[in-house]
C-alpha cells in the first residue's frame, strides 16, 4: 500500500474534525445548552476555518521549549538579584498594578475559554477556545513567577488576590472580564476574542513590555514576548471567529456591530489605567499614550476595519470620542491616583522636572493648558511639607466603575456626567458610552458592586477609611500605599544601591 | 494599502528567519527594536519553509515559528510549506 | 583548593505571597503552590452570568459536594503549566520516535489483515470516548471550584485531545492515510451494536449538570474500565498475537494513565474524606455509573478480549474504589 501523502490542512481535519458527532440518545442542545440565546445564528460549523493547525502534541512540544527559556531566565534573574537593574524604584509601582490589576484577567481568561471551549458547537472552535485557555493559565502562572522575586523585595505585590476582589480601581479591571464572562458564548468571543485580543492588545502589551524592556525589567521583559507568541494564536482565533459569525448568517451583523460598539468602549475604558502608567509610571519612557493610540489603534485599526468594511462592519462607536481622549485621560487619571496615594496600594508620586517637559512636547495642545499648573500646586504644597491627599471618596462610574474623572472632551474644564433613571434609582455614569452600554442591559449593570458604594453602605467593614484599607483591603498602611519619597521601597533601594 | 507585519525575537534563530523573509520579499522593511526584530510590507508577506531551511542549514517545519514569534498582524494563511499575512481590500 | 563565588546577599523582606504565608507559613514557597493557592476570585463577582441566572460566575454550588476549602485537592503531582507542558513534551518525544519509527519500518505491513481488522473495530472508534471525555474535563475545569482541582481537569481535558488524535492516527496508519479507517470507526460507533451503550453513556455524561458527578463518571469510571481493557489486557493480547509492535503507537496512553491515575486517586480520596454527605453521595454516583458502563462494555469487551475481561477490569475499579475509602 502506498503511503498517501497528507498536507498539513488535510492532515488536521482527519485527526480533529470528525470527532464529534449527531446525538441519538439524548437531545444534543441538552449538551450544548448555550448556543441560541443570544441570537446568532450558525448555519455550519464545518465552515470553521482553523489557521493554526497546532495538534495536541506538537502544542506540548513547542510550548515546552518555550518555558525552558522563560524558566531559566526567572532563575537567572533571581539567583543575580536582577531586581536592582531596574532604573529606578518608581518603575516597579507600574508592575504592582500589573500583578494586582491584569494577572487576575488573564486566570478569568483561562476561565471563560474553557467555559466556550466547551459551550461551543463545532469542534474546530472548541480546540482552539480550549488552547487558549490553556494558554492564559499560562499567561497568570507565569506572571505570578515572574513578580515573585519582586515581592520579596518590594511592597504592595504581597496581597494580589485579595485586594483583586475588593481594592477600589481594581474592580474596574475586574468587572470589565465578569461582564465578559457572564455574557453569552458568542459575546463572549467577539469581546475577548477579537475585541481585546485583536484590535486592543497591543495597547495592553507595548506599554508594559516596551516599558520593562526600557526600564531594566528582565523578568517582565521576557515573559511579554514569551507571551505575546501566544497572542499570535490568539488574535488569529479572534479574527477568525467575527468572520465566521459574519459569514454564517446576515443577522449576525447587527448583533456583532453592537457587542463591538460596546466592547471597544469599555476596552478603551479599561486601558486608562494603562495609559497614566506608560505616562507617568515608566522613568524610562517608550512613548506617549497619545503616540501609542495613534500607532496601534488609529494606523493599525484602521487597517483591520477596512479589511472588515466588506462585511458591512463599521468603526466602533465612539472611536472619535477616544481619538479627543487620548490627549487627556493619562492626565486626568494619574492627577486621580496622586491625590488618592493614601488609598493605593502602590506609591505616587510628582513627575520630575524633565518628565514635566517630556509631557508638555507630547501633549503640545494639552498639558501645559490643563495640566502643569496642577503639578506645579503640588510641588507648592510638597515643598511646605503639605502633600496633599484627598479624604473623601470618588463618586464611580456605574458601568466602568472608574472614579468619575473624565472631563467633557470639548471642555476639559467639565467633568462628564451622564445619568439615568431605571426602577426608580438614579445611576451615574462617566460618558454617553457607559450610559448607553447600561441602558442596553440594565437588569446586568444594577448588579455591579460598586467599591465606593458598597464602603458607604457598611459593606467594607470600617468606619473610618484607614480601618477598611487595613482590614478589609489588607492594605500595609505606611508601606503598600503614600508617596515614594520616603516610603520604605525606596529606602531599601537606596540601602541596596550602596551595598550591593 | 494596509502593512501586514510580523515581529520576532531577536535571537539566533529568528536570524535566519528573518534573512528568508528578506530574500523572499524584497520590498518588505524589517526594524530592529529591543530584544524584537519587526518586519512590515504592503498587503501581503510570506515565510517559506525552504528558504528558511536553506539559510538555517537543517530541516525545518512552518510550526516552528511559534517558538520564536511575538506578534504578526493580517489574515493568516498557513500549510506545510509557507505561512502568508495578507489584508483583504 | 574550593573556589567560593560570592554574591552579594540581599534580605529580601518576605519569603512569599501573603495568602501563601497565611496557609503554609513564613517560608519560601514552590512555583507549584504560589501558582495555584487562591489565585480563583472567590468574593464580590459583579454579575450573574446570562446563561445560569441563578449562579455566580465562581460558584461552589454547581457540585453536591461540599468542601471546606476547595484546595485540599492538591495535585500529588504538582503541575502547573510550566511543568504540565514540559513534562507533556518528554512524553511526546518518545511518542513521536516510536510513530516515526512505526512508519519509517512500515510496520503495519507486518500486522495481519485479521489484527488491523480488530484495531479498526475496537480502537479506533475510542477516539470519539476520548472526544466525550475533553468535552467532560472542559466542563469540570469551567464549572468547577479553585484552582488546583479547575487546573488538573483542563490539563486532563487537553490530554484527551492529544490522546484522540494518537488513536486518529493509527488510524491513517492502518490505512495508509486514506481517512477510510477513521471513516469505518465513525460508523461503527454511530451504528454498530457493539458500541451505542458506550455512545448512550457519553451522550448521557455531557447532559449531566453537576460537574463533580461527570469527573465521576468520566475519570473515575469510564477511564478504569477502559484504560483496562485497552490499555492493559488488549495490550496483552495483542502482544500474544504477534502485534507487539502495535504497543508502541499505545505507550503514550499507557504512561499517561498511570500518571493521572494518581492525581484522580487523591481527588477521590480527598472528597470521600471530607465528610459522610460526600461519600455517601460519590457511591451514588459510582454505582449508579458503573452500572451503565460495565452493561455497555459486555458485549465489546467480550467479542474483543472473551467473558472475564470486563470482571478484569472491574476488579481494578473496585480496587481504586478501595485504596479511596469508598464502599467501606
Redesign the interface.
Known amino acids: 500500500?502506498?503511503?498517501?501523502?497528507?498536507?498539513?490542512?488535510d492532515?488536521y481535519r482527519?485527526?480533529?474534525r470528525?470527532?464529534?458527532?449527531d446525538?441519538?440518545?439524548?437531545?444534543?442542545k441538552?449538551?450544548f445548552?448555550?448556543e441560541e440565546?443570544e441570537g446568532i445564528k450558525i448555519t455550519d460549523w464545518s465552515k470553521w476555518e482553523d489557521?493554526?493547525?497546532?495538534?495536541?502534541?506538537?502544542?506540548?512540544?513547542?510550548?515546552?521549549?518555550?518555558?525552558?527559556k522563560?524558566?531559566a531566565i526567572f532563575d537567572a534573574f533571581s539567583?543575580?538579584?536582577g531586581h536592582?537593574n531596574v532604573s529606578d524604584p518608581r518603575y516597579v509601582n507600574a508592575i504592582k498594578i500589573f500583578l494586582t490589576g491584569v494577572s487576575?484577567l488573564e486566570?478569568?481568561a483561562?476561565?471563560g475559554f474553557?467555559?466556550v471551549?466547551?459551550q461551543l458547537g463545532g469542534?474546530g472552535a472548541?480546540?482552539a477556545c480550549?488552547?487558549q485557555?490553556?494558554d492564559e493559565?499560562?499567561h497568570?502562572?507565569?506572571q505570578?513567577?515572574a513578580m515573585?522575586h519582586y515581592?520579596?523585595?518590594?511592597?504592595g505585590?504581597?496581597?494580589?488576590?485579595?485586594m483583586?476582589?475588593?481594592v477600589w480601581y481594581l474592580?474596574v479591571p475586574?468587572?470589565f472580564f465578569?461582564?465578559a464572562?457572564?455574557?453569552?458564548?458568542f459575546e463572549y468571543m467577539i469581546a475577548i476574542g477579537f475585541s481585546f485580543e485583536y484590535v486592543l492588545t497591543?495597547l495592553l502589551?507595548v506599554p508594559f513590555m516596551?516599558g520593562a524592556?526600557?526600564n531594566g525589567d528582565m523578568a517582565t521583559?521576557t515573559f511579554g514576548?514569551s507571551a505575546?507568541?501566544d497572542?499570535?494564536?490568539h488574535?488569529?482565533l479572534g479574527?477568525e471567529v467575527i468572520k465566521f459569525l459574519l459569514e454564517q448568517h446576515e443577522d449576525n451583523l447587527p448583533i456583532v456591530q453592537k457587542w463591538l460598539d460596546k466592547w471597544f468602549w469599555r476596552g478603551s475604558r479599561l486601558l486608562t489605567i494603562v495609559a497614566m502608567m506608560m505616562d507617568y509610571m515608566l522613568p524610562n519612557k517608550v512613548m506617549s499614550w497619545k503616540e501609542a493610540w495613534e500607532v496601534y489603534f488609529e494606523d493599525?485599526g484602521?487597517?483591520?476595519f477596512?479589511?472588515l468594511a466588506?462585511y458591512g462592519i463599521r468603526m466602533p462607536k465612539y472611536s472619535e470620542t477616544i481619538k479627543k481622549e487620548k490627549e487627556h485621560i493619562s492626565h486626568q487619571a494619574w492627577w486621580t491616583f496622586y491625590t488618592h496615594g493614601h488609598a493605593t496600594g502602590f506609591h505616587t508620586w510628582i513627575p520630575s522636572d524633565e518628565e514635566l517637559d517630556w509631557l508638555s512636547e507630547k501633549y503640545p495642545d494639552t498639558f501645559d493648558k490643563y495640566y502643569r499648573p496642577r503639578w506645579e500646586l503640588a510641588k507648592q504644597m510638597e515643598a511646605e511639607g503639605k502633600r496633599f491627599y484627598t479624604k473623601a471618596l470618588p463618586q464611580l462610574c456605574t458601568t466602568c466603575q472608574i472614579p468619575m474623572l473624565f472631563t467633557e472632551m470639548d471642555d476639559p474644564t467639565q467633568i462628564s456626567y451622564r445619568d439615568t433613571v431605571y426602577e426608580g434609582e438614579r445611576y451615574h455614569f462617566c460618558s454617553d458610552g457607559c450610559k448607553d452600554i447600561f441602558e442596553e442591559e440594565p437588569e446586568?449593570?444594577v448588579?455591579?458592586?460598586l467599591p465606593v458604594h458598597?464602603i458607604y453602605q457598611g459593606n467594607c467593614g470600617g468606619p473610618g477609611v484607614e480601618d477598611i484599607l487595613s482590614d478589609f483591603y489588607?492594605m500595609n498602611l505606611g508601606n503598600d500605599n503614600l508617596d515614594i519619597k520616603g516610603s520604605?521601597d525606596e529606602l531599601?533601594w537606596k540601602a541596596?544601591k550602596n551595598?550591593? | 494599502m494596509?502593512?501586514v507585519y510580523i515581529?520576532l525575537?531577536d535571537n539566533d534563530e529568528s536570524r535566519y528567519i528573518v534573512a528568508a523573509i528578506e530574500a523572499d520579499n524584497p520590498d518588505a522593511t524589517v526594524i530592529y527594536m529591543?530584544?524584537?526584530i519587526r518586519i512590515e510590507n504592503e498587503c501581503n508577506l510570506t515565510i517559506n519553509r525552504e528558504s528558511v531551511e536553506e539559510q538555517m542549514g537543517r530541516d525545518w517545519d512552518?510550526?516552528?515559528l511559534?517558538?520564536?514569534?511575538?506578534?504578526?498582524?493580517g489574515?493568516?494563511?498557513?500549510?506545510?510549506d509557507s505561512l502568508s499575512l495578507h489584508?483583504?481590500? | 583548593m574550593t573556589l567560593e563565588i560570592k554574591?552579594?546577599t540581599?534580605d529580601?523582606?518576605?519569603?512569599?505571597?501573603?495568602?501563601i504565608e497565611r496557609r503554609f507559613g513564613d517560608k519560601p514557597?514552590t512555583?507549584y503552590q504560589?501558582?495555584t493557592y487562591?489565585?480563583?476570585?472567590?468574593?464580590?463577582?459583579?454579575?450573574?452570568?446570562?446563561?445560569q441566572p441563578d449562579k455566580e460566575?465562581?460558584d461552589p454550588s454547581r457540585t453536591a459536594i461540599i468542601m471546606e476549602d476547595w484546595y485540599a485537592f492538591r495535585d500529588p503531582r504538582q503541575l502547573?503549566?510550566?511543568t504540565y507542558?514540559?513534562q507533556?513534551?518528554?512524553?511526546?518525544?518518545v511518542?513521536?520516535n516510536n510513530y516515526s519509527f512505526f512508519?519509517k519500518r512500515s510496520l503495519v505491513?507486518h500486522l495481519d489483515d485479521s489484527i488491523k481488522d480488530k484495531l479498526v473495530r475496537y480502537l479506533i472508534p475510542l477516539?470519539?470516548m476520548?472526544?466525550t471525555a475533553?468535552?467532560n474535563n472542559?466542563?469540570a475545569?469551567?464549572y468547577g471550584y479553585g484552582?488546583a482541582i479547575?487546573?488538573a481537569c483542563?490539563f486532563n481535558?487537553?490530554?484527551r485531545?492529544?490522546i484522540?488524535?494518537?488513536l486518529?492516527?493509527i488510524g491513517?496508519i492502518l490505512d495508509?492515510?486514506?481517512?477510510e479507517a477513521?471513516?469505518k470507526a465513525?460508523q461503527l460507533?454511530?451504528a454498530d451494536e457493539n458500541w451505542?451503550g458506550l455512545?448512550?453513556c457519553a451522550?448521557?455524561m455531557?447532559?449531566t449538570e453537576d460537574w463533580f458527578e461527570v469527573l465521576v463518571a468520566q475519570d473515575v469510571v469510564a477511564d478504569s474500565l477502559i484504560y483496562d481493557l485497552y490499555y492493559n489486557q488488549f495490550d496483552a493480547w495483542l502482544q500474544d498475537n504477534n502485534a507487539q509492535d502495535v504497543g508502541m503507537l499505545m505507550e503514550f496512553m499507557q504512561v499517561w494513565a498511570k500518571e493521572s491515575n494518581r492525581w484522580v486517586d487523591a481527588v477521590l480520596k480527598t472528597a470521600a474524606a471530607e465528610s459522610d454527605e460526600n461519600k455517601a453521595l460519590l457511591e451514588q454516583w459510582i454505582t449508579k455509573w458503573k452500572a451503565k458502563f460495565m452493561q455497555s462494555l459486555e458485549a465489546l469487551s467480550g467479542e474483543m478480549l472473551g467473558g472475564e475481561s470486563l470482571r478484569a477490569a472491574e476488579a481494578v475499579l473496585n480496587k481504586r474504589l478501595a485504596k479511596a475509602g469508598l464502599y467501606k
Open positions: 500500500m502506498t503511503v498517501k501523502k497528507l498536507n498539513i490542512k492532515k482527519l485527526l480533529t470528525d470527532l464529534d458527532w446525538y441519538s440518545y439524548h437531545e444534543r441538552e449538551a445548552p448555550f440565546f489557521p493554526f493547525r497546532l495538534t495536541m502534541d506538537s502544542y506540548w512540544k513547542y510550548q515546552a521549549e518555550k518555558e525552558k522563560l524558566y539567583q543575580n538579584n536592582l487576575p486566570y478569568q483561562y476561565q474553557a467555559h471551549g466547551r469542534v472548541r480546540v480550549q488552547m485557555s490553556l493559565l499560562r497568570v502562572q507565569t505570578i513567577h515573585s515581592n520579596k523585595f518590594f511592597d505585590f504581597q496581597e494580589f488576590s485579595h483583586h476582589d475588593r474592580s475586574k468587572s465578569n461582564d464572562r457572564s455574557a453569552g458564548p497591543n502589551f516596551s524592556a526600557h521583559v514576548f505575546q507568541s497572542e499570535a494564536r488574535m488569529t479574527l493599525a484602521g487597517a483591520l477596512k479589511d466588506r446586568k449593570y448588579q455591579s458592586w458598597q489588607r520604605p531599601r541596596w551595598t550591593a | 494596509s502593512k515581529a525575537q529591543p530584544a524584537m512552518v510550526q516552528e511559534h517558538i520564536n514569534l511575538i506578534t504578526l498582524g489574515n493568516v494563511e498557513e500549510d506545510d489584508w483583504n481590500e | 554574591t552579594a540581599l529580601s523582606v518576605r519569603n512569599t505571597f501573603a495568602h514557597a512555583r504560589e501558582a487562591d489565585v480563583q476570585s472567590e468574593n464580590y463577582l459583579h454579575y450573574r452570568p446570562l446563561w460566575l465562581n502547573y503549566y510550566g507542558v514540559q507533556r513534551a518528554k512524553m511526546q518525544e511518542a513521536e512508519e505491513n477516539r470519539h476520548e472526544h475533553n468535552l472542559m466542563f475545569s469551567s484552582t479547575t487546573q483542563l481535558g487537553m490530554d485531545l492529544g484522540a488524535q494518537y486518529s492516527r491513517l495508509a492515510n486514506s481517512g477513521l471513516a465513525k460507533w454511530m451505542q455512545r448512550a451522550e448521557e455531557t447532559i
